[in-house]
């Protein structure tokens, strides 16, 4: 036993003395190449003073870097976080130029601008060679890995003992359908996944079905509270308030999940020893990061981006993921440029900001959150939920089945079996439950295919002037809210002032378009249109492009119309008749359930859909959309160990986000027994006012 100690000690000793040395040589290496970094003093030295010198320099900035840095970053919560990502080279360039200072003599010496450049090269090189050396080792690596989770759990007062109920991860990979993850599998794009399919014992996969709002807001909301009614879509228009409702933006989604608590007198998933991470909402969890609800609770979102700051506590992640931002930029660049030069259809525009917006998406919120996410394991939590936009934010804009969309999903799949190999050395078991809440589909836009916005055409049938071109119409993008809220700027709610009280609010989700009337108290009738805009109605139900209309019928109640004057009401709506035919089975059902909600729009549009293709057209500037019906956007998939019971039984679908909700709840009992009973809110503030969280009590 104390053999087996010295033995630790000794090898920990001989890896801080490799990276020691190899920290020295590249700072040799950096004084020999940069004319403004030197280790000697002006009248030269020998070659042993100038390696002491460096020895000198690298051991004070390793040891600078690992006592001030944690600090240091902490202090800074009041700092956007991605301004942070780039202070964090200044700031760790100002610890090189301290720890040049405490070199004996006054031998070191360097610009500002040189010593960011070196410090951020010494922190890479340190930090990968620390890392080879452990992998190196595999006992070395598991007891690096061990010392930390124990170190965790005397810090949380848990037990040491690997024996108690496992926990449960939930990967959200947003917008990845079920067929594009079995094509994925298949191809050998996601290695992992397929291990998990081809073990008979491993992983089981099922697709299930959104409502008719196949948007981020609605299933997240839906499978982490319990509740997605009246959430109509991503963006909505309110009558009684005036306001625009936006699922990604901060005060939006802490309303959304204040309603959801009311409504089901339930915190959420994720109450009882939970963690949400890079999620709308919070699921009722007490540790949060990237958690855009609660951006809008805390005034500058500093609770809600405290994941940025402990991931960026190690300069060395701020390094890697600086580079990697930067090379998915120039990807981008480079992917945009070859599509325009193979003149490859449909296509839509990628500059401006869009690149930066993409590596954001696909890099930062990547490595915080599954940073984050290993830190949750490590820590023990019960149950983590954590969703990944990556995939979805490119196939926007490149299309589902894109190569760009492709190797995004490999790369997402390389962050699974880094939190697959992370299992092996947590303080409990973990089961990792995949699930995505929507798909996409393809197509070109609306105003690619007819030369004209959703919105120019409400004009024309309303008899209101039109412009002589198309405006394009702005992309819900939850990475693109995400980016303004960590700089702190406010999220646009997507609908511009009305030029006068009698002007349509046109708003678009995906293919899925909702037309209100502020002129026309409650929800407008189908004869109030008629009377006040006799040729609105037949205008859009008789376009090409559009599927169905859903208004409500004085006479009849509410109905649907489709091309050729087909009128049905929604009590009488069959799957695959009428208008509804082509959208599959459930259609008619969610087109019901939508009609029954308080804010449902005056008139509810959706587009077409060519069941031959799978293609619709989005109302966005989108070529891979979501938001309504038709094809592949209400698929999204489950995939969940085998130890786990089915979902549903075998002759059942999985219906709703709301279900989902329950099938996760009851694993979550299979996996740590009974929940905690949590209290009820009542008028007396049983609920956390600030972001409606009801507390487990006992």
């Given at each position: 036993?104390?053999d087996g100690r010295?033995r630790?000690?000794?090898?920990?000793?001989m890896?801080?003395?490799?990276?020691?040395?190899v920290s020295?040589?590249?700072m040799?290496a950096?004084?020999g190449?940069?004319?403004?970094?030197q280790?000697?003093?002006?009248?030269?030295d020998?070659?042993t003073?100038i390696?002491?010198?460096a020895a000198?320099?690298?051991?004070a900035?390793?040891?600078?870097s690992a006592l001030?840095?944690p600090?240091?970053v902490?202090a800074?919560l009041?700092?956007?976080?991605?301004?942070?990502?780039?202070?964090?080279?200044?700031?760790?360039g100002s610890l090189?130029?301290?720890?040049l200072?405490?070199?004996?003599?006054?031998?070191?010496a360097?610009d500002?601008?040189?010593a960011?450049?070196?410090?951020?090269?010494?922190?890479a090189?340190?930090?990968?060679?620390?890392?080879?050396?452990?992998?190196?080792d595999?006992n070395?690596y598991r007891?690096?890995?061990?010392?930390l989770a124990?170190r965790?759990?005397?810090?949380?007062?848990t037990?040491s003992?690997r024996?108690g109920?496992?926990?449960?991860v939930?990967?959200q990979l947003d917008?990845v359908g079920?067929d594009?993850?079995?094509?994925?599998?298949d191809?050998?794009?996601?290695?992992t996944?397929?291990?998990?399919l081809?073990?008979e014992?491993?992983h089981r996969?099922?697709?299930?079905?959104?409502?008719?709002s196949?948007?981020?807001g609605a299933?997240?909301l839906?499978?982490?509270?319990g509740?997605?009614?009246?959430v109509p879509a991503?963006r909505?228009y309110?009558?009684?308030?005036?306001?625009?409702?936006?699922?990604?933006?901060?005060?939006s989604a802490?309303?959304?999940?204040?309603?959801?608590v009311?409504?089901?007198?339930?915190g959420?998933l994720l109450?009882?020893?939970?963690?949400?991470?890079?999620n709308?909402?919070?699921?009722g969890?007490?540790?949060?990061a990237l958690?855009l609800s609660m951006a809008?609770?805390f005034?500058?979102?500093?609770?809600?981006?405290?994941g940025?700051?402990?991931?960026?506590?190690?300069?060395?992640?701020?390094v890697?993921t600086?580079?990697?931002f930067v090379?998915?930029?120039?990807?981008?660049i480079?992917?945009?440029?070859?599509a325009?030069?193979?003149?490859?259809?449909?296509?839509?525009?990628?500059?401006?900001?869009?690149p930066?917006?993409r590596?954001?998406?696909t890099?930062v919120?990547?490595?915080?959150?599954v940073?984050?996410?290993?830190?949750?394991m490590f820590?023990?939590r019960t149950?983590v939920?954590?969703?990944?936009?990556?995939?979805?934010?490119v196939?926007h804009?490149?299309?589902?089945?894109?190569?760009?969309?492709?190797k995004?999903l490999?790369?997402?799949d390389?962050?699974?079996?880094l939190?697959?190999?992370v299992?092996?050395?947590?303080?409990?078991?973990y089961?990792?439950?995949?699930?995505?809440?929507?798909?996409?589909s393809?197509?070109?836009?609306?105003?690619?295919a007819?030369?004209?916005t959703?919105?120019?055409?409400?004009?024309?049938g309303?008899g209101?002037p039109?412009?002589r071109?198309?405006?394009?119409?702005p992309s819900?993008?939850e990475?693109?809210?995400?980016?303004?809220?960590a700089l702190?700027?406010?999220?646009?709610?997507g609908a511009?002032?009305?030029a006068?009280?009698s002007?349509?609010v046109?708003?678009?989700?995906?293919?899925l378009?909702?037309?209100s009337?502020p002129?026309?108290r409650?929800?407008a009738?189908?004869?109030q249109l008629d009377h006040?805009?006799?040729?609105?109605?037949?205008?859009l139900a008789?376009?090409?492009?559009?599927?169905?209309?859903?208004?409500?019928s004085?006479r009849?109640g509410s109905v649907?119309?489709?091309?050729?004057?087909?009128e049905?009401p929604?009590?009488?709506?069959?799957d695959?008749e009428?208008?509804l035919a082509?959208?599959?089975?459930?259609?008619a059902?969610?087109?019901r359930r939508?009609?029954?909600?308080?804010?449902?729009?005056?008139?509810?549009v959706?587009s077409m859909?060519?069941?031959?293709?799978?293609?619709?057209?989005?109302?966005e500037e989108q070529?891979?959309s979501?938001?309504?019906?038709g094809?592949?956007?209400?698929?999204p998939?489950?995939l969940w160990?085998a130890?786990?019971s089915?979902p549903?039984?075998?002759?059942a679908?999985?219906?709703?986000?709301?279900q989902?909700?329950?099938v996760l709840?009851?694993?979550l009992?299979e996996?740590s027994?009974?929940?905690?009973?949590?209290?009820r809110?009542?008028?007396a503030g049983?609920?956390d006012e600030?972001?409606g969280?009801?507390r487990?009590v006992?």
């Amino acid at each position: 036993m104390g053999d087996g100690r010295w033995r630790t000690a000794g090898s920990a000793l001989m890896r801080v003395v490799v990276v020691w040395a190899v920290s020295t040589l590249t700072m040799l290496a950096l004084a020999g190449i940069l004319p403004d970094f030197q280790l000697q003093s002006d009248d030269g030295d020998t070659i042993t003073k100038i390696a002491f010198t460096a020895a000198w320099g690298a051991g004070a900035f390793g040891l600078l870097s690992a006592l001030v840095w944690p600090a240091l970053v902490r202090a800074l919560l009041i700092v956007p976080a991605l301004v942070l990502g780039l202070l964090v080279f200044f700031l760790n360039g100002s610890l090189l130029l301290l720890a040049l200072r405490l070199i004996p003599d006054g031998r070191g010496a360097a610009d500002p601008q040189t010593a960011v450049v070196v410090a951020a090269v010494m922190s890479a090189v340190a930090s990968a060679t620390s890392t080879a050396l452990a992998v190196r080792d595999d006992n070395a690596y598991r007891r690096r890995l061990s010392r930390l989770a124990v170190r965790r759990r005397r810090r949380s007062g848990t037990d040491s003992g690997r024996s108690g109920p496992p926990g449960t991860v939930f990967i959200q990979l947003d917008g990845v359908g079920h067929d594009v993850l079995a094509r994925a599998a298949d191809e050998g794009l996601m290695p992992t996944v397929a291990r998990w399919l081809a073990d008979e014992e491993g992983h089981r996969l099922t697709p299930w079905r959104t409502d008719w709002s196949s948007q981020t807001g609605a299933s997240q909301l839906g499978i982490l509270h319990g509740s997605n009614h009246d959430v109509p879509a991503f963006r909505w228009y309110e009558k009684e308030t005036g306001d625009v409702m936006v699922s990604s933006r901060p005060a939006s989604a802490l309303e959304l999940q204040r309603r959801a608590v009311a409504r089901t007198h339930d915190g959420g998933l994720l109450t009882l020893d939970g963690a949400s991470r890079g999620n709308l909402f919070s699921g009722g969890a007490d540790q949060l990061a990237l958690v855009l609800s609660m951006a809008a609770r805390f005034g500058k979102g500093r609770r809600s981006r405290a994941g940025y700051f402990a991931y960026f506590s190690d300069p060395a992640n701020a390094v890697r993921t600086a580079l990697s931002f930067v090379a998915e930029v120039c990807r981008e660049i480079g992917q945009s440029t070859r599509a325009r030069m193979r003149k490859e259809t449909p296509r839509i525009k990628r500059g401006g900001l869009y690149p930066f917006i993409r590596a954001f998406a696909t890099v930062v919120e990547r490595d915080v959150v599954v940073a984050a996410v290993i830190g949750d394991m490590f820590a023990g939590r019960t149950a983590v939920y954590a969703d990944l936009v990556a995939y979805d934010e490119v196939a926007h804009h490149s299309g589902p089945d894109s190569r760009d969309a492709d190797k995004v999903l490999a790369r997402l799949d390389r962050s699974l079996a880094l939190i697959v190999k992370v299992t092996e050395h947590t303080p409990r078991a973990y089961r990792i439950v995949l699930l995505s809440d929507h798909g996409q589909s393809p197509g070109e836009t609306f105003a690619g295919a007819y030369g004209l916005t959703l919105k120019d055409l409400v004009r024309a049938g309303c008899g209101l002037p039109v412009p002589r071109r198309a405006q394009r119409t702005p992309s819900a993008s939850e990475a693109r809210d995400a980016v303004r809220i960590a700089l702190h700027r406010p999220v646009d709610a997507g609908a511009e002032p009305l030029a006068r009280p009698s002007d349509p609010v046109v708003l678009a989700s995906g293919n899925l378009g909702l037309i209100s009337f502020p002129d026309i108290r409650g929800r407008a009738s189908r004869e109030q249109l008629d009377h006040s805009r006799p040729a609105l109605l037949g205008t859009l139900a008789n376009h090409p492009g559009i599927g169905f209309l859903l208004v409500r019928s004085e006479r009849h109640g509410s109905v649907v119309l489709g091309r050729g004057g087909t009128e049905v009401p929604v009590a009488e709506l069959v799957d695959g008749e009428g208008p509804l035919a082509p959208f599959g089975p459930g259609a008619a059902e969610a087109v019901r359930r939508t009609d029954t909600f308080p804010h449902v729009a005056d008139i509810m549009v959706n587009s077409m859909y060519d069941g031959a293709t799978g293609q619709v057209h989005a109302f966005e500037e989108q070529i891979g959309s979501h938001g309504g019906l038709g094809g592949e956007q209400s698929r999204p998939f489950l995939l969940w160990p085998a130890e786990l019971s089915a979902p549903v039984a075998p002759d059942a679908e999985l219906v709703g986000a709301e279900q989902v909700h329950r099938v996760l709840r009851r694993w979550l009992r299979e996996c740590s027994g009974p929940q905690v009973p949590l209290s009820r809110p009542d008028a007396a503030g049983g609920a956390d006012e600030a972001d409606g969280t009801v507390r487990a009590v006992g």
